[in-house]
C-alpha cells in the first residue's frame, strides 16, 4: 500500500450528482481506506474561505472540484484551493466543461444573463480559472470512469500523467453497436413522430448524435437507452471546439445537389433546431466564444 | 446546489437562512428563479427537456425527469400505451426508493462530516449493506431509464426503447433485494428513530397534498391529486391542471405541505400491503391520521422505502420484455400541466411548445417551493419556543426541522446552515453556524 | 460600434492555394497591395478549414475572416470548396447565436490569375469589417 494520500472533495454549485457518482463507487471503501480526507463539501457553504485559508499549503494530494466557476467569489475559492492542493481534478462536465449552466451564458437578452452579470460573471470551466491536472468527464461521469479514476488516482502506486483524462481517447462511436448505412443526412429527424430504430446509427437515419465528436469511454450507454449522445463528455482528444466540430461533421453529410446556388443544402442546415442547446449542450462555456456577445445587434 | 425550481443555473442564489429584524425570527426562503427557468428553457427542443430538468437535482432526477415527460405527453395530446406507463412506474419507484434510502442513510444521519460518517452503523444494517442497496438501486435506474443517475428512457408519448430479457430479470432480482434492505432499515427505524419521533413533538396543522391512486391510496407515481385540510376532510381532488390554479393561489389559513407526511395524510393509506400494516405502528404511537408533527415524516419516509420497494417489484413482475407498443402517435404541440408524485412530493411541470415542438414557456412547481411556508411556520414556533438564546441545541432541532421535509436545497449531510440575528438596522449582530 | 477610422481590423484570411492563394500571391509580384490587415494562411482547399480553425481566429482576436477557394465547380477536391460552404453556412447560424456577427466571414471564389479581383475583394472586406467595428469575441477573458 502507497503512503496514505490526502484527498478531498469540493463541490462549490451544482446539481449533486457529481458526489452521488463517486459515492457509489464500487471501490469507494478501498479508497477511503488508503486515503485521509482532508474535507468532503458537498455545497460552497459546507467551506469557508477561513477554514481553506487555514490549510496547508499544498497539504491536499488530490483535489476532486465539481461544478461550475462563475463570479469573483467561486473564482477566489478555486484559486484558494488550488494552492492547497498538489494536483486538481476537474470533476464531472461542470467542471470539465462548464457543463448545462454554460448555455446560460449563450441566452439571447435574457434576464439570466443580466443575473450573471451581476453575480459576478459568466460561467467557466475550471482550467480558464486554475491549472487543472485531470479531468474527468461527464454529467456525471459514469461508472466506468469513476473507476479508473479512482484506481488510477488513489489506488495506483504511481500517478497519472498530468494531462490524464480519465475516458477513452476515441469517441463514443467506438463504443457503439448500431449498424451503419452511411447515409446521407437528407432530413433532420426528430423524436416527435417515433423514436428511432434502436439498431442502427442515428445519424444514418437523421438524427442528431454527438457520438463521432464526443469522447467515449462511457460505454455508449444512451444510445443503449436509444437516445442520442448529447456530448456530456466533452471533445474527442484533439478537438478545441464540440459544437463546431458537430456542426462541421453534420454539414459534411448533407449530399451535394450540384446546384451552386446550394439551396437544397441549405434547406437541411436550417431544419437544425436549438443549435446552441444541441451542438453545445455541455460545453458552450468552454467553446471557444465562450458566451454570447453583443456585436453591434 | 439547487433549490428545485432552478436548474443549476444560478450557483449563489441559495441559501438558507435564519434571518430576523431586531427579533430572532426563522425564516427559509427557497429562490424563486421561475423566469430564469423559463428563459433557460426558451428555444429548447421539446424532448430534450426531461434531460434537461433532471439535472436540476441529482437527488430526485427520476422525479423531475417523470415529471417534465408527463407534462409533455400533455403538450402533445399523447396517452402513452400501457407498457410505457409501466417502464415509467417502474422507474418512478426505483427513485424514490434511491431518494429515500439516500436521504435516510446518507443525507440525514448527524455524522460529524465527511462521507465515511455520514453512514448510520449498527448491528442489524451495516453502511456496506446500505451503499450496496443504493448502488443497486441505481443499477435498476439505469437498467430502467438507461442511465444511472440521470435516466433518459422518456420521451413525449412514451419511452424510447424497450427493456431487455436480462436486463428485466436482472432488476427483478434486485428489487427482492432492495425490499429487504428496506425492511430491516423500518425495524431499525423502528428501534431507534421512532422514540425520536414521539419525543418531538412539535406540531403544524396544515393541508395535505398527495397523489393518490384510483382507490384512494397513495401514489408514488401518477394519479389524481388530492388536497386535505389540517382535519383531514377533502378540500379538492384533480388532476394536476385543476388543482395547480388552487395551489398557486393559496388562500388558506394553513399552509400546505407535500411529501411523505402530506401522503400519510392526504391519502386512504399506503397502496401496498406490508406497507400498510407498517403505518399501523406509526398510528399507534402517534395517534390517528391527520398526523402534523414535523418530524413523523421522517417515519413515514421509512416506510415508503418499503412500499417504494414492493410497488418495484411488483411494477417489474407486470413488465413484458419485448413489448413493442411503446410509444403513442403526437398531436400537435401546445401548452400541458404533468405532475408526478415524486420522492419528495407533488411535483408539477408546464411547458408551452410551439408548433415545431419548441419550448416558449417553462415552469416547475417544486416540493421546495410548496412547502415553503410550511418549513417556516415550524421554525417559527420553534424558534418562539426556544426563546432568544440560541443554544446548540436550537441549532440541532432547526436542522432537524429543516431535515424532516427532505428540502432540495439542503441535501448533503450534514448541511450547512448560518442564523443570525439582525439589528433593528438590519446588520448582523450575533451569527452562529454549523456546517 | 461603426465609424471607427483609426481601427485596424485584423482579418486572417484562409486562402486555396491553387486558386486564391495564387491570385494575393499575382498581387504581390504585381504590386497590386492589398491591405496589411489581412493575414493569410494557406490552405489546399477550403474544405480543409475546420471549425476549430476559424473559431480560433475569432478566439486569437480576428475581427474578420476570409475564405478563399475556387469558383463553385472548380475545385480539384471533388467539390470540397461546397462542402467547405456548407460547414461556414452553419458555423454562421451559430456564430449568430453566440451574438457575432456572421458578417465577419466572408467567402470568395477567385481564380489563381485574377490578381485584381482579389485586392478589390480584400478591399472591400477590410472596408466592411472596419464599419463594423472590433469584434468583441476577445473581451471574453
Ligand atoms: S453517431 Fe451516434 S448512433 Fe452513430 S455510431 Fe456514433 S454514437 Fe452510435
Ligand atoms: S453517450 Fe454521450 S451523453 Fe451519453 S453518457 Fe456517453 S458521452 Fe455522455
Same mark, same amino acid.
Given at each position: 500500500?502507497?503512503?496514505?494520500? %490526502?484527498?478531498?472533495?469540493?463541490?462549490?454549485?451544482?446539481?449533486?450528482?457529481?458526489?452521488?457518482?463517486?459515492?457509489?463507487?464500487?471501490?469507494?471503501?478501498?479508497?477511503?481506506?488508503?486515503?485521509?480526507?482532508?474535507?468532503?463539501?458537498?455545497?460552497?457553504?459546507?467551506?469557508?474561505?477561513?477554514?481553506?485559508?487555514?490549510?496547508?499549503?499544498?497539504?491536499?494530494?488530490?483535489?476532486?472540484?465539481?461544478?461550475?466557476?462563475?463570479?469573483?467569489?467561486?473564482?477566489?475559492?478555486?484559486?484558494?484551493?488550488?494552492?492547497?492542493?498538489?494536483?486538481?481534478?476537474?470533476?464531472?462536465?461542470?467542471?470539465?466543461?462548464?457543463?448545462?449552466?454554460?448555455?446560460?451564458?449563450?441566452?439571447?437578452?435574457?434576464?439570466? %444573463?443580466?443575473?450573471?452579470?451581476?453575480?459576478?460573471?459568466?460561467?467557466?470551466?475550471?482550467?480558464?480559472?486554475?491549472?487543472?491536472?485531470?479531468?474527468?468527464?461527464?454529467?456525471?461521469?459514469?461508472?466506468?470512469?469513476?473507476?479508473?479514476?479512482?484506481?488510477?488516482?488513489?489506488?495506483?502506486?504511481?500517478?497519472?500523467?498530468?494531462?490524464?483524462?480519465?475516458?477513452?481517447?476515441?469517441?463514443?462511436?467506438?463504443?457503439?453497436?448500431?449498424?451503419?448505412?452511411?447515409?446521407?443526412?437528407?432530413?433532420?429527424?426528430?423524436?416527435?413522430?417515433?423514436?428511432?430504430?434502436?439498431?442502427?446509427?442515428?445519424?444514418?437515419?437523421?438524427?442528431?448524435?454527438?457520438?463521432?465528436?464526443?469522447?467515449?469511454?462511457?460505454?455508449?450507454?444512451?444510445?443503449?437507452?436509444?437516445?442520442?449522445?448529447?456530448?456530456?463528455?466533452?471533445?474527442?482528444?484533439?478537438?478545441?471546439?464540440?459544437?463546431?466540430?458537430?456542426?462541421?461533421?453534420?454539414?459534411?453529410?448533407?449530399?451535394?445537389?450540384?446546384?451552386?446556388?446550394?439551396?437544397?443544402?441549405?434547406?437541411?442546415?436550417?431544419?437544425?433546431?436549438?443549435?446552441?442547446?444541441?451542438?453545445?449542450?455541455?460545453?458552450?462555456?468552454?467553446?471557444?466564444?465562450?458566451?454570447?456577445?453583443?456585436?453591434?445587434? | 446546489?439547487?433549490?428545485?425550481?432552478?436548474?443549476?443555473?444560478?450557483?449563489?442564489?441559495?441559501?438558507?437562512?435564519?434571518?430576523?429584524?431586531?427579533?430572532?425570527?426563522?425564516?427559509?426562503?427557497?429562490?424563486?428563479?421561475?423566469?430564469?427557468?423559463?428563459?433557460?428553457?426558451?428555444?429548447?427542443?421539446?424532448?430534450?427537456?426531461?434531460?434537461?430538468?433532471?439535472?436540476?437535482?441529482?437527488?430526485?432526477?427520476?422525479?423531475?425527469?417523470?415529471?417534465?415527460?408527463?407534462?409533455?405527453?400533455?403538450?402533445?395530446?399523447?396517452?402513452?400505451?400501457?407498457?410505457?406507463?409501466?417502464?415509467?412506474?417502474?422507474?418512478?419507484?426505483?427513485?424514490?426508493?434511491?431518494? +429515500?434510502?439516500?436521504?435516510?442513510?446518507?443525507?440525514?444521519?448527524?455524522?460529524?462530516?465527511?462521507?465515511?460518517?455520514?453512514?448510520?452503523?449498527?448491528?442489524?444494517?451495516?453502511?456496506?449493506?446500505?451503499?450496496?442497496?443504493?448502488?443497486?438501486?441505481?443499477?435498476?435506474?439505469?437498467?430502467?431509464?438507461?442511465?444511472?443517475?440521470?435516466?433518459?428512457?422518456?420521451?413525449?408519448?412514451?419511452?424510447?426503447?424497450?427493456?431487455?430479457?436480462?436486463?428485466?430479470?436482472?432488476?427483478?432480482?434486485?428489487?427482492?433485494?432492495?425490499?429487504?434492505?428496506?425492511?430491516?432499515?423500518?425495524?431499525?427505524?423502528?428501534?431507534?428513530?421512532?422514540?425520536?419521533?414521539?419525543?418531538?413533538?412539535?406540531?403544524?396543522?396544515?393541508?395535505?397534498?398527495?397523489?393518490?391512486?384510483?382507490?384512494?391510496?397513495?401514489?408514488?407515481?401518477?394519479?389524481?391529486?388530492?388536497?386535505?385540510?389540517?382535519?383531514?376532510?377533502?378540500?379538492?381532488?384533480?388532476?394536476?391542471?385543476?388543482?395547480?390554479?388552487?395551489?398557486?393561489?393559496?388562500?388558506?389559513?394553513?399552509?400546505?405541505?407535500?411529501?411523505?407526511?402530506?401522503?400519510?395524510?392526504?391519502?386512504?393509506?399506503?397502496?401496498?400491503?406490508?406497507?400498510?400494516?407498517?403505518?399501523?405502528?406509526?398510528?399507534?404511537?402517534?395517534?390517528?391520521?391527520?398526523?402534523?408533527?414535523?418530524?413523523?415524516?421522517?417515519?413515514?419516509?421509512?416506510?415508503?422505502?418499503?412500499?417504494?420497494?414492493?410497488?418495484?417489484?411488483?411494477?417489474?413482475?407486470?413488465?413484458?420484455?419485448?413489448?413493442?407498443?411503446? +410509444?403513442?402517435?403526437?398531436?400537435?404541440?401546445?401548452?400541458?400541466?404533468?405532475?408526478?408524485?415524486?420522492?419528495?412530493?407533488?411535483?408539477?411541470?408546464?411547458?408551452?411548445?410551439?408548433?415545431?415542438?419548441?419550448?416558449?414557456?417553462?415552469?416547475?412547481?417544486?416540493?421546495?417551493?410548496?412547502?415553503?411556508?410550511?418549513?417556516?411556520?415550524?421554525?417559527?414556533?420553534?424558534?418562539?419556543?426556544?426563546?432568544?438564546?440560541?443554544?446548540?441545541?436550537?441549532?440541532?432541532?432547526?436542522?432537524?426541522?429543516?431535515?424532516?421535509?427532505?428540502?432540495?436545497?439542503?441535501?448533503?449531510?450534514?448541511?450547512?446552515?448560518?442564523?443570525?440575528?439582525?439589528?433593528?438596522?438590519?446588520?448582523?449582530?450575533?451569527?452562529?453556524?454549523?456546517? | 460600434?461603426?465609424?471607427?477610422?483609426?481601427?485596424?481590423?485584423?482579418?486572417?484570411?484562409?486562402?486555396?492555394?491553387?486558386?486564391?492563394?495564387?491570385?494575393?500571391?499575382?498581387?504581390?509580384?504585381?504590386?497590386?497591395?492589398?491591405?496589411?490587415?489581412?493575414?493569410?494562411?494557406?490552405?489546399?482547399?477550403?474544405?480543409?478549414?475546420?471549425?476549430?480553425?476559424?473559431?480560433?481566429?475569432?478566439?486569437?482576436?480576428?475581427?474578420?475572416?476570409?475564405?478563399?477557394?475556387?469558383?463553385?465547380?472548380?475545385?480539384?477536391?471533388?467539390?470540397?470548396?461546397?462542402?467547405?460552404?456548407?460547414?461556414?453556412?452553419?458555423?454562421?447560424?451559430?456564430?449568430?447565436?453566440?451574438?457575432?456577427?456572421?458578417?465577419?466571414?466572408?467567402?470568395?471564389?477567385?481564380?489563381?490569375?485574377?490578381?485584381?479581383?482579389?485586392?478589390?475583394?480584400?478591399?472591400?472586406?477590410?472596408?466592411?469589417?472596419?464599419?463594423?467595428?472590433?469584434?468583441?469575441?476577445?473581451?471574453?477573458?
Amino acid at each position: 500500500m502507497p503512503n496514505k494520500k %490526502r484527498l478531498a472533495f469540493y463541490a462549490g454549485s451544482g446539481c449533486g450528482g457529481c458526489s452521488q457518482s463517486l459515492m457509489l463507487s464500487p471501490s469507494l471503501a478501498t479508497m477511503l481506506d488508503g486515503a485521509d480526507i482532508a474535507f468532503w463539501a458537498t455545497r460552497s457553504g459546507d467551506l469557508t474561505e477561513d477554514e481553506i485559508s487555514q490549510l496547508d499549503d499544498k497539504g491536499i494530494d488530490v483535489l476532486m472540484f465539481a461544478g461550475p466557476v462563475d463570479g469573483e467569489a467561486s473564482i477566489a475559492t478555486a484559486k484558494l484551493l488550488r494552492r492547497k492542493a498538489k494536483r486538481v481534478v476537474a470533476y464531472g462536465a461542470c467542471a470539465h466543461l462548464g457543463g448545462l449552466c454554460g448555455l446560460t451564458n449563450v441566452i439571447p437578452g435574457a434576464k439570466l %444573463r443580466e443575473l450573471a452579470e451581476r453575480n459576478g460573471g459568466f460561467i467557466k470551466p475550471l482550467s480558464a480559472v486554475i491549472e487543472v491536472d485531470y479531468v474527468l468527464p461527464g454529467c456525471p461521469p459514469p461508472q466506468g470512469m469513476v473507476e479508473r479514476m479512482v484506481k488510477e488516482l488513489f489506488l495506483a502506486d504511481d500517478v497519472p500523467d498530468v494531462g490524464t483524462v480519465f475516458a477513452s481517447s476515441k469517441g463514443v462511436c467506438a463504443q457503439c453497436d448500431r449498424k451503419h448505412l452511411n447515409n446521407p443526412l437528407e432530413e433532420i429527424r426528430r423524436f416527435h413522430a417515433a423514436p428511432p430504430d434502436p439498431d442502427i446509427c442515428l445519424l444514418d437515419q437523421g438524427y442528431i448524435c454527438l457520438g463521432p465528436v464526443t469522447r467515449g469511454g462511457c460505454g455508449a450507454v444512451c444510445l443503449e437507452a436509444n437516445r442520442p449522445c448529447t456530448g456530456c463528455a466533452g471533445p474527442t482528444a484533439g478537438v478545441l471546439d464540440q459544437g463546431g466540430a458537430i456542426l462541421q461533421s453534420l454539414a459534411s453529410l448533407v449530399p451535394l445537389s450540384g446546384d451552386i446556388s446550394g439551396e437544397k443544402e441549405h434547406r437541411v442546415l436550417d431544419s437544425i433546431q436549438d443549435i446552441v442547446g444541441t451542438a453545445y449542450k455541455y460545453s458552450a462555456a468552454a467553446s471557444l466564444l465562450k458566451r454570447r456577445v453583443n456585436d453591434g445587434e | 446546489m439547487m433549490a428545485s425550481n432552478v436548474i443549476c443555473l444560478l450557483p449563489h442564489l441559495d441559501r438558507v437562512e435564519l434571518v430576523n429584524g431586531g427579533e430572532l425570527v426563522a425564516s427559509v426562503s427557497v429562490p424563486q428563479a421561475r423566469e430564469a427557468f423559463s428563459s433557460y428553457m426558451r428555444g429548447r427542443l421539446a424532448e430534450d427537456v426531461p434531460l434537461y430538468v433532471q439535472r436540476i437535482d441529482a437527488h430526485c432526477a427520476v422525479s423531475q425527469h417523470l415529471a417534465a415527460v408527463r407534462a409533455l405527453d400533455a403538450c402533445y395530446n399523447a396517452s402513452p400505451p400501457k407498457g410505457a406507463i409501466a417502464i415509467r412506474r417502474a422507474l418512478a419507484y426505483a427513485g424514490v426508493y434511491y431518494h +429515500h434510502l439516500e436521504q435516510l442513510f446518507f443525507s440525514r444521519s448527524s455524522g460529524d462530516g465527511g462521507i465515511a460518517g455520514l453512514v448510520r452503523t449498527d448491528d442489524e444494517l451495516a453502511a456496506h449493506d446500505v451503499l450496496q442497496a443504493l448502488r443497486r438501486a441505481r443499477d435498476v435506474v439505469e437498467i430502467l431509464g438507461g442511465r444511472g443517475l440521470t435516466p433518459e428512457r422518456g420521451i413525449p408519448g412514451g419511452v424510447t426503447v424497450g427493456i431487455a430479457d436480462e436486463q428485466l430479470s436482472r432488476a427483478r432480482d434486485i428489487a427482492s433485494d432492495l425490499l429487504g434492505v428496506a425492511l430491516r432499515s423500518e425495524e431499525g427505524f423502528r428501534a431507534g428513530g421512532a422514540r425520536w419521533v414521539e419525543e418531538q413533538e412539535l406540531s403544524v396543522p396544515a393541508y395535505s397534498l398527495a397523489t393518490v391512486n384510483d382507490d384512494g391510496e397513495a401514489s408514488l407515481c401518477d394519479g389524481m391529486l388530492r388536497i386535505v385540510d389540517p382535519k383531514g376532510s377533502e378540500v379538492i381532488t384533480g388532476d394536476a391542471s385543476q388543482v395547480l390554479p388552487m395551489m398557486m393561489e393559496w388562500k388558506e389559513d394553513a399552509p400546505l405541505r407535500v411529501g411523505p407526511l402530506a401522503r400519510l395524510n392526504a391519502a386512504s393509506g399506503a397502496s401496498t400491503e406490508q406497507a400498510r400494516e407498517l403505518q399501523k405502528h406509526l398510528f399507534d404511537a402517534l395517534g390517528t391520521s391527520p398526523i402534523h408533527r414535523v418530524a413523523a415524516g421522517n417515519w413515514a419516509m421509512v416506510i415508503e422505502l418499503v412500499e417504494a420497494a414492493e410497488l418495484l417489484s411488483s411494477a417489474l413482475a407486470g413488465l413484458a420484455a419485448g413489448d413493442s407498443e411503446l +410509444h403513442a402517435s403526437l398531436d400537435e404541440p401546445g401548452e400541458g400541466v404533468g405532475a408526478i408524485e415524486g420522492a419528495r412530493g407533488t411535483l408539477i411541470h408546464r411547458y408551452l411548445l410551439d408548433a415545431e415542438g419548441i419550448v416558449q414557456e417553462a415552469q416547475i412547481v417544486s416540493p421546495d417551493s410548496l412547502m415553503e411556508a410550511d418549513v417556516n411556520a415550524a421554525l417559527s414556533s420553534l424558534i418562539a419556543e426556544s426563546g432568544p438564546e440560541v443554544t446548540d441545541d436550537t441549532i440541532e432541532r432547526i436542522v432537524n426541522t429543516i431535515g424532516s421535509y427532505q428540502p432540495a436545497y439542503v441535501p448533503s449531510a450534514p448541511f450547512s446552515l448560518r442564523i443570525v440575528r439582525r439589528d433593528a438596522d438590519g446588520r448582523v449582530s450575533q451569527e452562529w453556524r454549523r456546517t | 460600434m461603426s465609424d471607427n477610422k483609426s481601427f485596424e481590423p485584423k482579418i486572417i484570411a484562409f486562402l486555396c492555394k491553387w486558386t486564391t492563394y495564387a491570385a494575393a500571391d499575382l498581387c504581390g509580384v504585381s504590386r497590386m497591395p492589398y491591405p496589411s490587415n489581412i493575414s493569410i494562411i494557406k490552405v489546399n482547399c477550403t474544405g480543409e478549414v475546420t471549425a476549430d480553425m476559424i473559431l480560433t481566429a475569432f478566439e486569437k482576436g480576428a475581427d474578420g475572416i476570409l475564405i478563399g477557394g475556387c469558383r463553385p465547380g472548380h475545385c480539384r477536391y471533388e467539390g470540397g470548396n461546397l462542402k467547405g460552404a456548407n460547414r461556414i453556412y452553419l458555423l454562421k447560424r451559430a456564430l449568430n447565436e453566440f451574438g457575432v456577427n456572421p458578417e465577419r466571414i466572408r467567402e470568395v471564389g477567385i481564380a489563381g490569375a485574377q490578381g485584381l479581383i482579389f485586392q478589390r475583394a480584400a478591399e472591400k472586406f477590410t472596408a466592411d469589417i472596419r464599419a463594423l467595428g472590433p469584434s468583441p469575441v476577445m473581451s471574453n477573458a
